[in-house]
């Protein structure tokens, strides 16, 4: 795993070499998925699906392609892969395609305290129309799901669970298999917020069995503008489109029309087609390194930064303690120290690090704090982007005289 393949984090800034740790937020791109988007518009660029043209049959077949590489990624059939813009896009389709018509007053949806806003607002939309009722799952002191609560509350037959695999702040990697295996002996539906579990674990939504899972392209490499939503065939086909317009149709009379196949059916008006393929072609390249890799990879770096950062006075680290229990995600505060500040002092050090409450406000509450700094690892990042991290830190310690 290299820094080379990635022409940004070649650069600097002020004088310095780039230190990218803000990797959950969205990943760096390699050279080659960068090459792949311009070479399509330069020798490929048509709509899809429409022409009958040498161009629009070669950007149907790389953007179809790209759906068959994704869908073999995630152990998938083609027709379960739907193109979105993002993870937030995927997870509104399954609110109103799927939920919304199956909801009724008094019932349940279930989530967890550890959710991106983008999978809390949208079940809080629904039910407000519904009048279902929504209940989360606390998390333990250490930052796990209180599995005590999860099990109450699946007793209670929620219709959906709405579960994130990895946190994108404690980077507590849930036990999403074991949840779907409960969910659905009590009848429960489930879909998995896979943002940060797709771009770092291998995947398989066949072995998970979840019922829906969304991530983002521009977490895991590709570009911004592309997601991905699975759905079991079984359900997609009997769910009403999401979206209206052209391509998601097999007919259009004035007073009804009928359904494109699957999973056209959901992709209504022109995608972003560069942005499949883009995605593709990033795809190749976890796939060419090999996930249990690049977990591997990850791993071993958030081992090293969870241990040096533990030997940092006044740094306080939220999420297990248990490194095995978490991905390359570690939020942290420097004693009282705002982490807006903290960010501050970093980058003029080169050192990219996030701050805030990272759409996820309702866990700050119970984790007792308005924000946290985080710095988020990738394929990319090497012991020397730790090291250099590490130092700034020092730094930042004495610049606010701790
Ligand atoms: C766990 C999780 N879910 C959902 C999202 C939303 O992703 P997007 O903004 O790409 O829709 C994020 C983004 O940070 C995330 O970390």
Redesign the pocket.
């Known amino acids: 795993m290299t820094h080379h393949d990635f022409p940004l984090l070649q650069g600097t800034i002020n004088g310095k070499k780039i230190v990218y740790l803000d990797s959950?937020?969205?990943t760096q791109k390699p050279q080659i998925v960068l090459k792949g988007i311009t070479d399509f518009y330069t020798t490929a660029n048509a709509n899809v699906h429409r022409g009958l043209h040498t161009l629009s049959a070669r950007a149907t077949a790389q953007y179809e392609a790209a759906r068959q590489k994704i869908a073999r990624f995630i152990g998938a059939n083609d027709k379960e892969v739907i193109f979105v813009?993002?993870?937030?896009?995927?997870?509104n389709l399954v609110a109103h395609a799927f939920a919304k018509s199956r909801l009724k007053k008094g019932d349940i949806i279930v989530s967890t305290v550890m959710?991106?806003?983008?999978?809390i607002v949208p079940w809080q939309l629904i039910a407000q129309e519904t009048g279902a009722n929504l209940c989360f799952i606390p998390i333990t002191e250490e930052g796990l799901l209180d599995m005590q609560m999860a099990m109450e509350l699946l007793e209670k037959k929620p219709v959906l669970l709405a579960i994130?695999?990895?946190?994108?702040?404690l980077g507590t990697i849930n036990p999403a298999k074991e949840l779907i295996r409960l969910a659905h002996a009590h009848g429960t539906f489930v879909l998995v917020?896979?943002?940060?579990?797709v771009p770092h674990l291998p995947v398989n939504v066949h072995d998970l069995d979840c019922d829906f899972l969304?991530?983002?392209?521009?977490?895991m490499l590709g570009p911004?503008g592309i997601?991905v939503l699975f759905g079991k065939q079984t359900l997609l086909d009997r769910m009403h489109p999401f979206l209206g317009g052209g391509d998601m149709i097999k007919e259009v009379h004035l007073d009804k029309s009928t359904w494109n196949e699957l999973p056209w059916k959901f992709e209504a008006g022109t995608p972003d087609i560069a942005g499949a393929i883009g995605l593709g072609i990033a795809v190749d390249y976890l796939m060419t390194k090999g996930m249990d890799n690049v977990f591997r990879h990850e791993q071993e770096l958030l081992a090293y930064a969870l241990q040096k950062m533990k030997g940092v006075k006044d740094v306080i680290i939220y999420g297990p303690g248990d490194a095995t229990k978490r991905s390359g995600v570690i939020s942290f505060n420097l004693a009282d120290i705002h982490p807006h500040d903290l960010t501050t002092v970093m980058d003029e050090e080169g050192v990219m690090i996030r701050s805030g409450h990272?759409?996820?406000q309702p866990l700050m509450g119970a984790l007792g704090v308005t924000a946290t700094a985080r710095i988020s690892i990738s394929v990319y990042t090497t012991k020397e982007d730790i090291d250099t991290f590490i130092t700034a830190l020092e730094k930042a310690q004495k610049v606010f005289r701790l």
């Open positions: 959950a937020a969205t813009r993002n993870t937030t896009e995927g997870i959710e991106h806003h983008s999978n994130t695999h990895v946190s994108n702040v917020d896979a943002a940060q579990s969304a991530f983002s392209g521009h977490k911004t997601g990272h759409c996820a």
